[in-house]
């Protein structure tokens, strides 16, 4: 009974325990999902509001059909921009335009907030204010349509607004008010519907990938990739780091092992297990100006030649390992004229991967987590590592707290993935691993 009550004790308190580690990320990610005003709200709410989604039905009935697209076009960005404007606290995560004509839907344009966001603080209406005046450029009006796109045809579209529900909801009178009286709309405004879509929500995180595209415009890149950039870049440096401490200090710890008296190999790997005491704050100023002078500064080589240095502790662990072997192993292949170097790649290294995976794992995580080499050698935007990306767009005042929260739980995550995924290797490469020198 002592065993039972002891057994619900230990997993309440592990529970307990594992919800206080992850609620900084709960935090945020909920933070991410909300509106940007309502982060701000007293007191603070944990979960974000659910999603509601706004359709603005507009009639043409009478127009002639020259200018009529035009119209409609300038009240479809109107609409969409005074709305999230005019209603920030709403939790309006999503507007839909209908344009009608004789009892016809002849236009259609929807967009997410996250989009119109994008567009009204890093896009084609960046610093400007939203009033009647500056939503009246024909010019600004085009570029927006292009941006978000839409649907006309005379004819009629299939996407239609139920009439039972249109004009009945608490935002329909707000709404009609200040499109018509404020920003002026070029049709009459028939009413709203108001839905509810939570998977809005989730929707978000598709914009936050998007923001590095319109606040790095001008580089192509960037603007071609967004933040898949940032992603490429990383994993370009986390494998080339896996692979070169795996082989490296592989290389580094076989002589030592295998080859040198064991004097000398210890004192050779006591110098390599005092390099891992120098802390690197110590020898990056230096580092960083010797790579600059040798040309190795805002490219890849600066990202990527670091790591061709083996890790002392590393180096340690292969030792250690390689000493354990049985050697049986090497006698029966020098019998058979086996070189050292068939020795280390077809002997020693298959027996490593408990050794590898424990590299690959703590070379995987060290480098997703990296910052401050990536930042001092790279200037252009297209070589940033996803840490870097991070930090700049933070500085950027324009940019919105939940796309900067969205944008960490997206790089937070795929750690999280590959802890779950590979967590029995993990445990097994770990046990594995503790090896006497």
């Keep these: 009974m002592k065993h039972s009550k002891f057994g619900v004790v230990s997993y309440f308190v592990t529970i307990l325990f594992a919800i206080l580690i992850l609620y900084p990320l ?67 995560f999503e507007v839909k335009f209908y344009g009608t004509m004789n009892g016809k839907t002849v236009y259609y344009a929807r967009a997410h ?61 707000t709404v009609g008010n200040f499109l018509q009286d404020t920003y002026g709309l070029n049709g009459n405004f028939k009413g709203t519907t108001l839905s509810v879509n939570n998977w809005l929500l989730l929707e978000s995180f598709a914009y ?36 070169m401490q795996a082989l490296l200090c592989a290389l580094t710890a076989f002589p030592l092992s295998r080859l040198l008296p064991r004097k000398t190999a210890n004192r050779m790997l006591l110098f390599f297990l005092g390099t891992t005491m120098i802390p690197f704050v110590s020898v990056m100023i230096p580092q960083f100006t010797m790579f600059k002078s040798m040309g190795f500064y805002d490219n890849y080589a600066a990202l990527l030649l670091p790591h061709l240095l083996p890790y002392g502790f590393y180096v340690y662990l292969y030792k250690g390992f390689f000493d354990n072997l049985p050697e049986s192993l090497f006698e029966a292949a020098r019998i058979d004229g086996a070189s050292n170097l068939y020795l280390f790649f077809r002997v020693c290294m298959p027996l490593s991967k408990p050794i590898i995976s424990v590299i690959a794992l703590q070379t995987f995580l060290s480098n997703w987590n990296d910052f401050f080499w990536a930042w001092m050698v790279t200037e252009k935007q297209n070589l940033w590592t996803l840490n870097v990306a991070l930090y700049n767009i933070s500085k950027v005042t324009s940019v919105r707290p939940n796309f900067i929260m969205g944008l960490s739980v997206l790089t937070i995550i795929p750690v999280l993935l590959l802890t779950i995924l590979f967590s029995n290797q993990i445990k097994e490469s770990i046990a594995t691993a503790g090896i006497k020198g």
């Design 208 to 243: 936050y990938f998007r923001l590095p595209s319109f606040l790095y415009a001008n580089n192509k890149a960037v603007s071609n990739f967004s933040f898949f950039i940032f992603l490429f870049n990383t994993i370009i440096v986390i494998v080339w780091a896996m692979v």
């Design 26 to 92: 709960i935090y945020i990610g909920a933070n991410a999902m909300k509106d940007s005003a309502k982060i701000y709200d007293t007191p603070p709410k944990l979960t974000p509001d659910t999603a509601r989604s706004l359709s603005i039905v507009v009639d043409y009935s009478g127009m002639e059909e020259a200018g009529l697209l035009e119209s409609i076009q300038k009240d479809h960005i109107t609409a969409m921009l005074s709305t999230i404007y005019e209603l920030p606290k709403e939790s309006l």
């Design 113 to 173: 907030r996250g989009r119109i966001d994008l567009e009204k603080d890093q896009g084609v209406f960046q610093g400007v204010a939203i009033t009647a005046q500056t939503l009246d450029y024909p010019e600004r009006i085009q570029r927006a349509i292009d941006s978000m796109g839409y649907k006309f045809d005379l004819n009629g579209l299939n996407q239609t607004v139920d009439a039972a529900q249109l004009g009945q909801n608490e935002l329909n009178e």
